[in-house]
């Protein structure tokens, strides 16, 4: 048996610490998206594979048995690419993934289903919005150039976002309740736009919006690949045969 994580997400390297703790053997694969990616106790790559042939091509030449796509929900092409690439190669393929979230009582979402959704939803007056959606897609706000733009960023940008008001904070999750909600009030944030990316880590700023009456702007997820799909580290290790309470 050997295991290729596609990493990125704190139920990745969970994984990747839970694969070391029972010596499975498995390697880890970052994009490589973040300059400083954390430290796995596996022996990672960094980069992508070069499509499915490229992917295809690595799970051969490294003798994969089994492909867990632990990427973030929003890595739709990714994860297309292990589908097929897995299908290929014959490769066992599950995806470890976070729930997404769900508005509850006193939340008041919006829900768009792409980031050019979300670009037209907010044409209108000026407003102080958290832009909470990582680096890739910063440009296509500046198609609504009005708001003044909080941006939370895993990395300090190369060069200055394309957006004509806005301020930048370079932080990593997991972030807190208090912290979010002084974030929030420091810089007198109207609305919150994010994708819904699910987990705990970065759930805080929408129980500070709930606590302090903001709307938030919510993309929805990709449709994903069909593939089975599982919530926990336990069950991927149930389903490579490894049972924890026999350490088998």
């Known amino acids: 048996m050997k295991v290729l994580i596609l990493g990125g997400t704190t139920e990745a390297s969970a994984l ?133 733009y909080l941006l939370r960023l895993v990395d300090a940008p190369g060069s200055l976002p394309p957006l004509p008001r806005h301020s930048v904070i370079v932080d990593r999750g997991p972030f807190t309740l208090d912290g979010d909600r002084a974030l929030l009030r420091a810089h007198r944030i109207e609305r919150i736009v994010c994708k819904n990316a699910g987990g705990e880590g970065a759930a805080s700023k929408l129980r500070a919006a709930r606590e302090l009456g903001l709307p938030v702007l919510m993309i929805d997820r990709p449709a994903p690949a069909p593939r089975p799909e599982v919530h926990s580290v336990d069950a991927v290790l149930a389903w490579l045969g490894h049972d924890t309470d026999l350490g088998v």
């Open 16 to 148: 990747a610490r839970t694969l070391c703790e029972y010596s499975i053997p498995a390697l880890f694969s970052y994009a490589g998206r973040v300059t400083a990616p954390k430290p796995q106790p596996l022996p990672t790559r960094v980069g992508g594979f070069g499509g499915v042939d490229g992917l295809a091509a690595f799970l051969a030449d490294n003798g994969i048995t089994h492909l867990v796509d632990a990427t973030h929900p929003f890595a739709a092409q990714m994860s297309r690419h292990a589908v097929a690439a897995a299908e290929r190669c014959g490769v066992g393929l599950i995806a470890l993934t976070r729930p997404p979230w769900e508005p509850v009582a006193g939340d008041r979402w919006q829900r768009v289903a792409s980031v050019e959704a979300a670009v037209q939803a907010i044409a209108g007056p000026a407003e102080r919005i958290m832009l909470a959606i990582g680096r890739m897609h910063l440009a296509e706000f500046a198609a609504q150039a009005q708001h003044h």
